[in-house]
């Protein structure tokens, strides 16, 4: 995979997680579950600005960032607290596996970059009741 279809793969990986997140988020009670709540309102922003970073790398290079879908497949389950966690981390996992290719097809500071967000989806991944992985992003 080259260094731009990787950025064009794991942009798209964003922008469904941005959407997902989006909708998780409207799911959940602020009053009810506000600590759930919080860390997918904090996953949200994220992963915005992570879809808007790799927006302006890939513009920058010449190239035309990939779009977004129109809507993307949505849980089959997210009435409980216990549900929009459980598909929250799924989220995380997948966007870990992107930016593990994101890593392996770059070099210097844009895989820098890559490593820290690969560190942080770790990070909320646990967050989200995740178990630890030793190479969080590889299969």
Not at 78 to 98: C, K, W
Not at 108 to 131: C, P, Y
């Amino acid at each position: 995979m080259t260094p731009l279809e990787a950025e064009q793969a794991t942009l798209a990986g964003e922008h469904a997680a941005v959407y997902l997140f989006g909708v998780l988020g409207a799911q959940a009670s602020e009053s009810r579950q506000p600590d759930l709540y919080a860390r997918l309102l904090d996953a949200f922003h994220t992963h915005r600005r992570r879809r808007d970073q790799l927006t302006v790398t890939i513009a920058g290079s010449g190239a035309d960032p990939v779009p977004a879908e129109v809507s993307y497949d949505l849980p089959a389950a997210m009435s409980t607290a216990a549900e929009l966690n459980d598909a929250a981390l799924q989220v995380e996992r997948r966007i870990a596996r992107t930016y593990g290719q994101l890593i392996e097809s770059t070099a210097g500071a844009e895989r820098r970059w890559a490593l820290v967000a690969l560190d942080d989806s770790a990070v909320r991944q646990l967050e989200f009741r995740g178990t630890p992985e030793m190479f969080p992003g590889t299969d």
